[in-house]
C-alpha cells in the first residue's frame, strides 16, 4: 500500500482531526437536553428547571441558564445502581442500550460537514472530502445504520422479561420497519433529481440548482413526519407511551443504562436533524451565495461572519440588561445572586462583541488571499480552505439547530397518536404520498432531460 | 496487505457467528448471530470493492428482513422461553449433508484461482445500474428479469394477505412479504 507516501502532513493531520466530528451528537446531547426542557417551559408558560447552580467562591452562584441541571442529571445517573431484573437475559440486557449510542458514532462519518477543501501545500494541490468517509453510497450507509440502531429497543425489551417492555420493543420493530420504508421512498425523488447516492454531490447539486425544499416540498414534509416517527418521540411516541405502557421498552432500565437510551435517542435527533438540513436544506451551502463568491473574498465573508457573531452577542447582552431591568423592579428574595451572575454574562458579552467587531474589521482590511486556477479548479491557500469550511460548517450547524428545535416544537405541541393511527398514516397515506411522488418526479425529471 | 488484515477480522466473526447460528440453544440468539454474519459479510463486498452491495445487504437484510425475523421469532417463542434440543435423530443426516457440502465447496474454493486486490472497483452504483438496466446495451439486460421478479413478490404477497384473511394470526408473515416487496422496489428505483 502507497498511501502514506501521497500524501503530505498536512492533509493526514485534517483527515485525522475530521474524525472529531464523530463526538458532534454528543455535544448536541448538552445542547438538545437544556433546550428540551426550557423549550417545554416555554411552550407551557414556565421556567423550566433552572435553580441548579455551581458556587464559584468570592463570586456567587452561577447557574448558566440551567445549563447546569445536565450536569446534575449526569452525576445522578452515574452514581446510582446497574441493576437487571430477575429472569432477564443478562447479556442481551447489559449489551442492548449500548447498541443505538454506538451507531450514534458511526452516523456522523457520511455527513458532509463542508465543501471540498482544493489548497496548495508544498507545491501540492491537496483534496480534502468533507465527510469522513466520502463514500459513494453515503445516504443508503445512514438509513443502514439507522435501522440497525432499532436493534437496541428491541432487544431491551425482548430481554428484560416484563410485559411492558415486550409490548414496546415489539411496536418499535413494528413502527421503524413501516416508517423507514416511508423516509426511504420520500427521499428518492431528490435522489433522482441529484442522480447520486452520495451526500457530497446531492449538496452540490442543491448549491448549484435549488435547495431540495423548494425542488420537493412534498417530499420534504413525508420526509420530516417520517423522520420525526423513526426517533420514535412524542407525537409518534407509542413504544414508550407513559398512558399505556409505563415507559415501553426501558421499563426495566435505570442509571446510565437508561441514561445511554436517553442519550441515543437525543443524538438520533441530532443526526436526523442534520440529514434534514443536508437533503432539504442545502447543507452546508451558504444561502444566496455560492462557495466560489465565498472563496474569492475570503476576507469579506470572514467579517461579515464575526460581525454576525457579535450581532448575537449584543442581541444576547440585549436580553441579559432586559432581565436585569425586570429583575431589580421585582421583590424576587434572591435577586441580589443573580444579578451578581448577571454582571458575569454583560463583561463576557461585552468582551466578546468588541473581539469579534474588531476580528472582522482586520479580516476586512488585512486578510486578503490570492486564488489560483490549476485544471480549472479553483485552488486557494490552507487558511481561505480552513475559513471556507469553518463558515460551511457554522452553517450547517445553524440549519441543524432549527430542526432540532421543531423536533421540540412538535412534541410539545400535538398530542400522542393512537397506535393504529400511526400505522395508518405510515403505510396508508405517507408512502403512497411519497410513492406519487417519486413517479411524478420521475416523469418530469425525464420530460426535462436531466439526469 | 491492510486488506488482508481487515478481510481476517471480518471472516473470522462471520464464520464465528454462523456457527453460533446452530449451536446457540434458543433461536433469538440464532437470529442475532445471522445479524452479526450478515454484517461482517457487508464488510467484505466492502472490502472486495463493491459497496453498494454491502449497504443493500446491511439495509435490506440486517436492518429490514432479520428485524422482521427477530419479530416473528419473539411473537412465537420469546415468552414461552422454549429451548430446543441441540441433536436429536434427524440431525446425524443434516450433519453428513453439512459436512458433505462443506467439503465439496471447499475443493472448488481451493480449485478456483481467487484475486484478491481491494483497489479495483467491482460493484460500484453505477456499473450495477449499468448491468441490471442498461437497455442500451447487448439484449435488455436483466430489466425484464428484474420487472418480473418484483410481480412474483407482489403476487405472493397477494397471496399471503388472502391466507391471512382466512387463518388469523399470522400477520407476521404478511408483513415480511410485503416488505420485501417494498424493499425490492427500492432498490429498482
Redesign the interface.
Known amino acids: 500500500?502507497d498511501i502514506i507516501e501521497s500524501k503530505t502532513w498536512v492533509e493526514w493531520l485534517i483527515t485525522i482531526a475530521k474524525f472529531g466530528f464523530c463526538f458532534v451528537p454528543v455535544l448536541y446531547i448538552l445542547l438538545l437536553i437544556p433546550m428540551e426542557r426550557r423549550g417545554a417551559g416555554f411552550m407551557q408558560d414556565r421556567q423550566g428547571p433552572n435553580r441548579s447552580y455551581i458556587k464559584v467562591p468570592y463570586f456567587g452562584k452561577v447557574r448558566l441558564f440551567g445549563y447546569v441541571q445536565n450536569m446534575c442529571d449526569g452525576t445522578k445517573l452515574f452514581f446510582k445502581e446497574m441493576f437487571a431484573p430477575k429472569g432477564a437475559k443478562k447479556f442481551?440486557y447489559y449489551v442492548a442500550p449500548a447498541i443505538p449510542f454506538a451507531i450514534v458514532f458511526l452516523s456522523p462519518c457520511v455527513i458532509p460537514w463542508f465543501g471540498p477543501m482544493v489548497f496548495e501545500w508544498g507545491g501540492k494541490v491537496v483534496r480534502i472530502a468533507g465527510p469522513i468517509v466520502d463514500?459513494?453510497?453515503g445516504i443508503?450507509?445512514l438509513?443502514?445504520?439507522s435501522?440497525?440502531s432499532?436493534?437496541g429497543a428491541?432487544?431491551a425489551g425482548?430481554s428484560s422479561r416484563s410485559k411492558y417492555s415486550?409490548l414496546g420493543?415489539?411496536r418499535t420493530?413494528?413502527m421503524?420497519?413501516s416508517y423507514?420504508?416511508c423516509q426511504?421512498?420520500s427521499m428518492?425523488g431528490l435522489l433522482?433529481l441529484a442522480g447520486?447516492?452520495s451526500l457530497t454531490d446531492i449538496v452540490s447539486w442543491q448549491e448549484h440548482h435549488v435547495w431540495g425544499i423548494v425542488a420537493q416540498p412534498v417530499a420534504f414534509f413525508c420526509f420530516l413526519i417520517a423522520t420525526i416517527a423513526e426517533t420514535g418521540r412524542a407525537p409518534f411516541d407509542v413504544a414508550e407511551g407513559e398512558p399505556e405502557l409505563v415507559a415501553g421498552y426501558h421499563t426495566e432500565y435505570g442509571a446510565m443504562q437508561f441514561g445511554l437510551f436517553y442519550m441515543g435517542e437525543y443524538s438520533h435527533i441530532c443526526i436526523s436533524s442534520l440529514l434534514v438540513a443536508t437533503l432539504f436544506l442545502g447543507g452546508y451551502s451558504v444561502p444566496f451565495v455560492t462557495t466560489e463568491t465565498i472563496q474569492a473574498h475570503m476576507g469579506g465573508s470572514l467579517a461579515i461572519l464575526c460581525w454576525v457573531l457579535a450581532f448575537f452577542a449584543l442581541a444576547f447582552l440585549h436580553m441579559i440588561y432586559r432581565y436585569s431591568r425586570k429583575l431589580r423592579a421585582s421583590a424576587q428574595s434572591n435577586k441580589m445572586e443573580i444579578l451578581q451572575e448577571y454582571k458575569l454574562y454583560k463583561g463576557i458579552g461585552w468582551i466578546a462583541a468588541f473581539v469579534l467587531v474588531c476580528a472582522g474589521i482586520a479580516s476586512w482590511m488585512l486578510y486578503n488571499p490570492q486564488v489560483t486556477v490549476v485544471n480549472g479548479v479553483a485552488v486557494n491557500t490552507l487558511g481561505a480552505a480552513l475559513g471556507t469550511a469553518l463558515i460551511h460548517l457554522l452553517v450547517l450547524l445553524v440549519k441543524s439547530v432549527f430542526f432540532c428545535w421543531v423536533w421540540i416544537w412538535v412534541r410539545w405541541t400535538l398530542p400522542r397518536f393512537r397506535y393504529d393511527h400511526v400505522m395508518h398514516l405510515g403505510w396508508k397515506i405517507i408512502l403512497n404520498i411519497a410513492i406519487l411522488n417519486?413517479v411524478v418526479t420521475?416523469v418530469v425529471a425525464k420530460l426535462m432531460g436531466g439526469n | 496487505?491492510?486488506a488482508l488484515i481487515y478481510f481476517i477480522i471480518l471472516a473470522v466473526i462471520a464464520v464465528g457467528a454462523a456457527c453460533c447460528v446452530f449451536l446457540s440453544k434458543h433461536p433469538?440468539y440464532g437470529g442475532?448471530s445471522l445479524?452479526l454474519t450478515m454484517?461482517s459479510l457487508a464488510g467484505i463486498y466492502g472490502l472486495l470493492g463493491s459497496?453498494?452491495i454491502g449497504?443493500?445487504q446491511?439495509?435490506v437484510y440486517?436492518?429490514?428482513i432479520m428485524?422482521?425475523l427477530?419479530?416473528v421469532i419473539?411473537?412465537l417463542n420469546?415468552?414461552k422461553d422454549n429451548r430446543t434440543p441441540m441433536f436429536d435423530g434427524t440431525s446425524i443426516f443434516v450433519l453428513i449433508g453439512v459436512l458433505g457440502l462443506a467439503g465439496l465447496i471447499g475443493f472448488a474454493l481451493v480449485l478456483t484461482p481467487l484475486g484478491f486486490d481491494a483497489t479495483t472497483l467491482r460493484g460500484?452504483?453505477e456499473m450495477t445500474s449499468s448491468n441490471l438496466f442498461d437497455t442500451a446495451q447487448t439484449g435488455p439486460g436483466y430489466f425484464v428479469l428484474f420487472e418480473v421478479l418484483g410481480l412474483l413478490l407482489l403476487s405472493s404477497m397477494g397471496a399471503a394477505v388472502l391466507m391471512a384473511k382466512k387463518r388469523l394470526g399470522s400477520d407476521a408473515s404478511v408483513?415480511a412479504a410485503s416488505?420485501e416487496a417494498?424493499a425490492e422496489e427500492?432498490e429498482e428505483?
Open positions: 500500500m442481551l463514500s459513494e453510497v443508503l450507509l438509513f443502514g445504520f435501522s440497525l432499532a436493534y428491541v432487544l425482548l415486550y420493543s415489539l420493530t413494528a421503524t420497519i423507514e420504508v426511504g421512498l428518492m433522482v447520486s447516492f417519486l420521475a | 496487505m491492510l433469538l442475532l445479524v454484517l459497496p453498494f449497504v443493500v446491511i439495509m440486517a436492518g429490514a428485524m422482521l427477530v419479530f419473539s411473537v420469546a415468552a460500484s452504483v408483513e416488505e417494498i427500492k428505483k
